[in-house]
């Protein structure tokens, strides 16, 4: 995975480098840590070294060119939090210490996840610097709204781990993808009888919201559209919330010619009731659903594909697993399907096949979905949009 340089300067949000040390060495990635003189006196470098494994520096020691070499090792320069006062001196090209000097030898991805107070931050001095920044191709992701520990309100805090790895993880991919919109649909819908039940599926949204992520990480704008789930959001990506599989067939309908990619990952309810009772229906001897059809919406955008990419998941039993989805790529139209066996629902893993219309097949090794979503991901974006990049 990564190399990643991780310069942290002092706010009191550093505690929360800590935490981003831990969670990139778990996602498998080397991390060095430099610190600014001031933030030893928040934390001490020891902490740093044990978490990330590697020395921790806070000036040069013996080497006279660890402000060339620490950069030079790594994939991905990272400042959290970014103090004010380093992001200017980043911005004006000043190198006062062993951090901002290798900000100024670093020739790759530079990322800044600024903190401080709401009032410095809107300072237009400040933005005057980020403006520098952005323009020069520097990362800045966003300190978020919030109440802060000087009691005030703003916009101030460092972004959240969360964030930070999704960013971290764009930053090491290629970008086969910029300028190719891709649309997915995630998780269950739901069908309701009455006012508090409904018939619906296992879906967690997991492999959605993980394809989700994968896709923006490769370039693609990417929007969600995503009935019930029990998964973590992506963050830095916009999802649409629908409750049945009409409100999910308007939303998919209307974006349809907005999308370059379809991936209908959502299980959709086939059947919805043909009357929903506005109040809790009372308990009788027996009750008799009658349940009508809903539509296909995969199979409605099959039959207007023009130039669009359309893939499906197919979730079959395993003794069908590969003629049951064959049947629905070539029925649905589909440039690819995605066979899934009745296991994968609601798990946190993922087994299961790729199939291309033009019969080539992958499998897709039991891994946890985040990772079997990149395979996924990366064998679409080689046959689909011909990149000539190997799953890494
Ligand atoms: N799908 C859809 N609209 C539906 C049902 C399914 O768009 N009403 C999509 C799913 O999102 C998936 C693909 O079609 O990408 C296959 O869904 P699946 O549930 O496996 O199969 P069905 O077509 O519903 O057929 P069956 O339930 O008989 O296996």
Not at 48 to 60: H, R
Not at 192 to 220: E, H, K, P, Q, T
Not at 366 to 379: G, W
Request: charged share 30%.
């Amino acid at each position: 995975m990564g190399r990643i340089l991780l310069g942290v300067s002092s706010s009191i949000a550093i505690y929360k480098a800590c935490e981003l040390v831990r969670e990139l060495r778990k996602r498998e990635h080397e991390v060095r840590v430099v610190l600014s003189p001031f933030s030893e006196k928040f934390i001490s470098r020891l902490t740093f070294e044990a978490l990330s494994g590697n020395k921790t520096f806070v000036d040069w020691e013996d080497d006279p060119l660890l402000h060339i070499n620490l950069p030079r090792w790594s994939d991905l320069f990272i400042i959290a939090p970014c103090s004010i006062n380093t992001l200017s001196k980043v911005a004006l090209g000043i190198g006062d210490n062993l951090l901002t000097t290798c900000a100024l030898s670093h020739r790759g991805t530079l990322m800044l996840a600024p903190a401080g107070n709401p009032e410095m931050y809107k300072n237009p001095a400040i933005q005057e610097n980020l403006r520098r920044l952005r323009e020069r191709g520097v990362l800045i992701v966003e300190p978020e709204e919030g109440k802060l520990l000087c009691e005030e309100e703003g916009q101030g805090r460092l972004a959240s781990t969360e964030r930070l790895l999704d960013w971290v993880e764009y930053s090491l991919r290629p970008k086969p993808l910029m300028g190719k919109r891709v649309l997915i649909t995630v998780g269950a819908t739901r069908e309701f009888i009455d006012r508090v039940r409904f018939i619906s599926n296992l879906s967690s949204g997991l492999m959605g919201f993980s394809l989700a992520r994968v896709f923006r990480w490769y370039g693609a704008d990417v929007r969600v559209v995503a009935g019930f789930t029990t998964s973590q959001e992506p963050p830095n990506i916009e999802i649409i919330r629908v409750v049945s599989t009409q409100e999910m067939r308007e939303k998919v309908i209307g974006l349809k010619d907005w999308a370059d990619l379809v991936v209908m990952n959502s299980a959709v309810a086939d059947y919805r009731p043909a009357k929903t009772y506005s109040g809790k229906l009372k308990k009788e001897k027996r009750l008799t659903l009658e349940l009508i059809k809903n539509p296909d919406i995969l199979e409605e955008l099959g039959k207007e594909k023009g130039n669009k990419i359309l893939v499906g998941f197919a979730l079959e039993e395993e003794e069908k697993l590969l003629s049951g989805a064959e049947k629905k790529l070539k029925e649905k139209n589909l440039d690819a399907v995605v066979a899934n066996p009745l296991q994968s629902m609601g798990s946190n893993f993922y087994r299961g096949r790729l199939i291309f219309k033009d019969g080539q097949h992958f499998e897709i090794e039991e891994d946890d979905k985040l990772k079997a979503a990149e395979r996924v991901a990366s064998f679409l974006i080689e046959k689909l949009f011909k990149y000539p990049q190997k799953y890494r």
